[in-house]
């Protein structure tokens, strides 16, 4: 069984920074992709980046492009999540996820880590 744990949240004021990680645990792991959702209160859960784990490509949504960045450590299977520039918007409860060869979508998810952004 996989298992995710995200690390790193935290209160920061506008404009700071944090960096997320994400590790996993368990059998082996050899995903086609991971990725990071965050879920505000009272919103939907929303995807926030994602990584190949073959290649290396990375997307991103819209309203982080250029403040944020996903990478990952092959060996370690971890990812993380840098995120620059934060905003009061940016604070949600950010989870981690992984959609494992054969899976049709994510399919193993963290339990999330809270940020909090002041203003």
């Known amino acids: 069984q996989v298992r995710l744990a995200e690390s790193g949240g935290g209160l920061m004021q506008a404009g700071g920074s944090l960096r997320l990680s994400c590790s996993a645990s368990?059998?082996?792991?050899?995903?086609?992709?991971m990725g990071w959702f965050r879920q505000a209160p009272g919103k939907e859960r929303e995807f926030v980046a994602s990584?190949?784990?073959?290649?290396?490509?990375?997307y991103y949504a819209d309203s982080v492009k250029g403040r944020f960045a996903i990478s990952r450590e092959l060996r370690q299977n971890k990812i993380y999540l840098q995120m620059n520039s934060l905003k009061p918007e940016d604070t949600a409860i950010y989870y981690c996820a992984t959609q494992r060869v054969g899976a049709s979508g994510y399919d193993v998810w963290g339990q999330g880590t809270q940020v909090t952004i002041s203003s």
């Open positions: 990584i190949r784990w073959s290649g290396g490509a990375t």
């Open positions: 368990g059998r082996p792991l050899s995903p086609v992709a």
